[in-house]
């Protein structure tokens, strides 16, 4: 709900500049990661995947990076727009269920 | 397409109380989840169905907390003599076994307030 991500940590942005944000993972073997967002009053909401036999997987304006041996993930977004303003977790999939990471909320001002 | 519902968006209730959460999974999907999500944390894993029968229950915190989906389709999660504790927002996702990565589509979760 709207109340999530008050004690999050925050990642201020400027419109159109890159944004990175940072996830730290538990189980050294999980063999799945997404990233989700999450807005005001929704659920969260799949961006992108990857799987650890791979170390970076593009999509639309995000990347994702995996790094195996200190356990890290990264999302990048290209050209952050507003509508990009949103708490975005890590999950990490434990066999069907997903494990989720502590939260961070991306601002955008103009 | 219609994705997953949740009913209902809101539900103020008494400490004591006993209340049910409705949720409407996307046509077809056989696996469902619940999940709780508390002020400013990630979701929780609460409980797991395929199909009609509970896969992995080992989120659901005590046995206060109940779930069914008695026709592999929609799901409650019934919750017994409230606390406030159990204050929070309650999602729901399903997903289709028949997928590669088996994505998880979040519902927009029930806001659930303990007095």
């Known amino acids: 709900g709207e109340s999530v991500g008050l004690h999050l940590p925050t990642l201020s942005v400027q419109e159109g500049d890159n944004s990175i944000i940072n996830c730290a993972y538990s189980?050294?073997?999980?063999?799945?990661f997404i990233w989700y967002k999450q807005e005001s009053g929704k659920g969260p909401q799949f961006i992108i995947d990857?799987?650890?036999?791979?170390d970076k997987r593009q999509g639309q304006r995000v990347t994702v990076l995996l790094n195996k041996t200190v356990k890290h993930l990264s999302l990048q977004i290209a050209a952050t727009q507003p509508g990009d303003s949103a708490v975005y977790f890590c999950?990490?999939?434990?066999?069907?269920?997903?494990?989720f990471g502590t939260g961070t909320r991306l601002q955008v001002f103009p | 397409g219609a994705g997953v519902s949740q009913t209902p968006s809101n539900k103020v209730t008494e400490k004591g109380k006993y209340v049910e959460l409705r949720c409407d999974p996307i046509?077809?999907?056989?696996?469902l989840y619940w999940y709780r999500q508390s002020l400013g944390q990630g979701p929780e894993f609460l409980i797991y169905?395929?199909?009609?029968?509970?896969?992995?229950d080992s989120g659901l915190p005590n046995d206060r907390f109940f779930a069914v989906r008695p026709e592999g389709s929609v799901s409650t999660l019934k919750i017994q003599r409230t606390e406030r504790g159990d204050s929070a927002v309650y999602l729901c996702?399903?997903?289709?076994?028949?997928?590669?990565?088996?994505?998880?589509?979040f519902g927009p979760g029930t806001r659930l307030t303990v007095l």
């Open positions: 996702a399903s997903s289709s076994r028949q997928g590669i990565h088996n994505e998880q589509f």
């Open positions: 189980n050294s073997a999980s063999d799945y």
């Open positions: 990857i799987r650890s036999n791979m």
């Open positions: 999950a990490e999939r434990d066999t069907d269920k997903l494990i």
């Open positions: 046509s077809g999907h056989t696996a």
């Open positions: 169905f395929q199909g009609t029968g509970a896969a992995d």
